[in-house]
């Protein structure tokens, strides 16, 4: 199997990828500073490396990079600085997901692919009735406002419930919501859920970024785990603080 990853050199996404290539698969990556990658990579037969600015690929070029993929993965975020969280691109996720998508059809595969995306415990998934405190809805509202990124994450779930949808003949989704990331060294237990089983706002269980990258690896792999979420927003706690 072969999968194409984007924001393969941020934090959840090296781990990402590096689950991917211990369990000896083939990985594209898609960088704008492939300097920045481990070594390790560099000289790795299972992984090649495009040289590329994600927003900056036409259709044409998404479609010719994706062809061959029987997975696609979007680790992207927007950094945590002013011009990350306020400038442009404001819709980098969004527009990836989209344009992933697009060019996904645009190549129809004989088999669907699958898209796994990188989300948001904060995000609610507006298929299932999940309940939400009202100050978790003010606190929602005004992150809507004042977090362009926010909006972002929302906007790229909602594309592959909307746009996707359940039943596509090209694609297979999974938007996987891990609740607060903070980094660890090595993968531990973690449960996954349907819904939150806390508030993130005002009860937030933490997850490390390889125990992500371990889930989001093991979707693209396991076709009875892939089976059992496709078409849904799980999200993921490390095991020793997901009980209240």
Request: hydrophobic letters at 40%; charged letters at 20%.
């Amino acid at each position: 199997m072969t999968t194409l990853v984007v924001g393969a050199s941020g934090a959840t996404g090296k781990h990402l990828v590096e689950q991917l290539l211990n369990d000896k698969q083939n990985v594209k990556v898609i960088v704008r500073s492939p300097e920045k990658l481990p070594e390790s990579w560099k000289n790795n037969e299972q992984l090649s490396i495009i040289h590329a600015s994600v927003s900056n690929l036409s259709l044409t070029e998404m479609a010719e990079y994706i062809q061959g993929c029987q997975a696609v993965a979007s680790c992207l975020g927007h950094n945590m600085n002013m011009k990350g969280l306020y400038g442009k691109p404001r819709k980098l996720v969004t527009d990836t997901v989209s344009l992933l998508s697009t060019a996904i059809k645009k190549n129809a595969a004989e088999k669907p692919v699958k898209f796994v995306l990188m989300n948001t415990s904060g995000n609610r998934n507006r298929d299932l009735n999940e309940p939400i405190s009202m100050g978790q809805r003010f606190i929602i509202a005004l992150l809507r406002l004042v977090l362009p990124p926010h909006v972002d994450n929302e906007n790229a779930a909602d594309y592959l419930r909307t746009k996707v949808g359940q039943k596509n003949d090209f694609i297979e989704w999974v938007a996987v919501r891990p609740d607060n990331l903070i980094n660890e060294e090595k993968v531990t237990e973690y449960e996954v859920y349907p819904s939150p089983i806390r508030s993130a706002i005002f009860n937030a269980g933490t997850v490390s970024r390889i125990n992500v990258g371990h889930f989001m690896a093991k979707l693209i792999i396991d076709h009875e785990l892939w089976n059992k979420w496709k078409g849904q927003m799980p999200v993921i706690y490390s095991k020793s603080v997901s009980k209240e």
